[in-house]
């Protein structure tokens, strides 16, 4: 046994900037997929994988796993370029897309923490954030003691703000990256890439901008508003992307980088060996197969069918406010009303968040202390069937709500719990 006077202190040992982290919360912390509760919180695919695939290509699959995965993964990358890079080229002047463009990595928050490892140095350097934004960015900062600094989206139409942001940059030559997130999370807004090039364009910034495009397939014309085919030509663009949402493959954790070749290199570099796993690896490669496809079209079609269905539907409910956002993406962000008719609540925003999770068995997202989001619920588009109950029951829990003055519970922990609520992240 050790001994009672061991010099051993972990308070003492370790970094102090991982002592004070909270614990990282994701979805299905709180609420599991228990066959029961409809999940409209973490914009998964409800309706499932994007794959065509046969019993003997499984076989296949699993006969090789005595052996390790292909390190490179040129195969799987050679798919991501056949899927992004138009054909015929809409500007034969632009280099096209090649496999060492790409970066493999789980989920593409790998190569989220990835960038800042590379460019950002702990204690001094910084990333730049445009609130209201996805979490993991700040997260993935912090634990590498790098600060973040923020230039809020403009507050009326969630668009980006590059005239702010460049001020910004040349203010602080130790942001040496910038996080834009199009469509946005929570925002559902896509960016306008003219405003993105306008960041990149700085006159005297060295630094890195990193568009992440996880929900670019749920855009309107996803090849002329997704900004991966101009890594090409600007050396300082990352474009990130994942199988999670339009392919229904959250479960398998890959996401994609697209850079220019040297910024590649560095990422896989600093990579694990073996990053990506050959499960992972295979089912990728036969998402991106043409069968596999048609399949995640067909979803991705009943997905948009179904977000037109909920932004008609959702504004007739009685205490329901205003739909925020362009809706570009697989969720919407809508206000919770204190009372019909009236404003933007958070404590009933709450309060419908817990009551559709606990006594409904639907789970949405609380998202109302995000900046610019009183009162708002994020809500995934699930099947039509999903979307159907939801409105139901969203309709009784605030009836019920507005009947007894949900707004004022009197509880000294309402911002604890709401706090608590927001910071689930995805």
């Known amino acids: 046994m050790p001994s009672k006077t061991s010099p051993f202190n972990l308070d003492a040992c370790a970094r102090p900037s991982i002592l004070s982290l909270e614990p990282y919360r994701c979805a299905r912390d709180d609420y599991q997929d228990n066959g029961t509760n409809v999940l409209l919180d973490a914009n998964e695919n409800a309706h499932g994988p994007g794959l065509a695939i046969k019993p003997d290509q499984l076989d296949?699959?699993?006969?090789?796993?005595?052996?390790?995965?292909?390190?490179?993964?040129?195969?799987?990358?050679?798919?991501?370029?056949?899927?992004?890079?138009?054909?015929?080229?809409?500007?034969?002047?632009?280099?096209?897309?090649?496999?060492?463009?790409?970066?493999?990595?789980?989920?593409?928050?790998?190569?989220?923490?990835?960038?800042?490892?590379?460019?950002?140095?702990?204690?001094?350097?910084?990333?730049?954030?445009?609130?209201?934004?996805?979490?993991?960015?700040?997260?993935?900062?912090?634990?590498?003691?790098?600060?973040?600094?923020?230039?809020?989206?403009d507050s009326k139409d969630f668009s980006l703000r590059p005239a702010a942001i460049n001020a910004k940059l040349s203010e602080d030559p130790t942001i040496k990256l910038v996080f834009v997130c199009s469509p946005g999370n929570p925002t559902s807004t896509k960016i306008?890439?003219?405003?993105?090039?306008?960041?990149?364009?700085?006159p005297t910034w060295n630094g890195v901008v990193v568009v992440d495009e996880a929900y670019i397939d749920f855009a309107e014309d996803v090849q002329k508003s997704s900004m991966a085919t101009e890594v090409t030509t600007r050396p300082?663009?990352?474009?990130?992307?994942?199988?999670?949402?339009?392919?229904?493959?959250?479960?398998?954790?890959?996401?994609?980088?697209?850079?220019?070749?040297?910024?590649?290199?560095?990422?896989?570099?600093?990579?694990?060996?073996?990053?990506?796993?050959?499960?992972?690896?295979?089912?990728?490669?036969?998402?991106?197969?043409?069968?596999?496809?048609?399949?995640?079209?067909?979803?991705r079609q009943q997905i948009i069918e179904d977000r037109a269905y909920l932004l008609q539907e959702m504004p007739q409910v009685r205490g329901v406010g205003r739909i925020r956002g362009n809706n570009d993406a697989n969720f919407?962000?809508?206000?919770?009303?204190?009372?019909?008719?009236?404003?933007?609540?958070?404590?009933?925003?709450?309060?419908?968040?817990?009551?559709?999770?606990g006594q409904r068995g639907i789970v949405v997202r609380f998202r109302g202390k995000e900046l610019g989001c009183e009162g708002?619920?994020?809500?995934?588009?699930?099947?039509?069937?999903?979307?159907?109950?939801?409105?139901?029951?969203?309709?009784?829990?605030?009836?019920?709500?507005?009947?007894?003055?949900?707004?004022?519970?009197?509880?000294?922990?309402?911002?604890?719990?709401?706090?608590?609520?927001?910071?689930?992240?995805?």
Do not use: W
């Open 60 to 153: 296949d699959i699993l006969r090789s796993l005595n052996r390790y995965p292909d390190n490179d993964q040129i195969e799987l990358k050679s798919l991501f370029v056949r899927l992004r890079q138009p054909s015929p080229p809409t500007d034969s002047t632009i280099p096209p897309l090649t496999p060492a463009n790409l970066f493999t990595g789980v989920g593409s928050d790998e190569a989220i923490i990835n960038l800042i490892e590379c460019f950002c140095v702990p204690g001094h350097e910084r990333i730049l954030v445009c609130p209201p934004t996805y979490g993991v960015y700040s997260v993935a900062a912090a634990t590498r003691d790098v600060s973040v600094v923020t230039v809020p989206l």
């Open 192 to 202: 306008d890439k003219e405003a993105v090039r306008q960041v990149l364009n700085h």
């Open 236 to 299: 300082n663009l990352v474009v990130t992307q994942t199988l999670s949402k339009a392919f229904g493959l959250a479960g398998i954790r890959l996401g994609v980088a697209f850079a220019s070749e040297p910024i590649t290199r560095l990422l896989n570099n600093l990579k694990a060996p073996y990053n990506v796993s050959s499960l992972t690896s295979a089912v990728a490669r036969a998402a991106l197969q043409p069968d596999s496809l048609a399949v995640m079209s067909k979803h």
């Open 332 to 357: 919407v962000l809508v206000e919770m009303l204190d009372r019909p008719n009236g404003k933007p609540c958070n404590e009933v925003a709450l309060k419908v968040y817990e009551r559709m999770a």
């Open 376 to 426: 708002c619920l994020r809500i995934t588009v699930g099947t039509r069937h999903e979307c159907e109950g939801f409105l139901r029951e969203l309709g009784a829990v605030l009836e019920q709500l507005h009947a007894t003055n949900g707004a004022s519970n009197g509880h000294v922990d309402e911002e604890k719990k709401e706090k608590q609520a927001n910071d689930v992240l995805a």
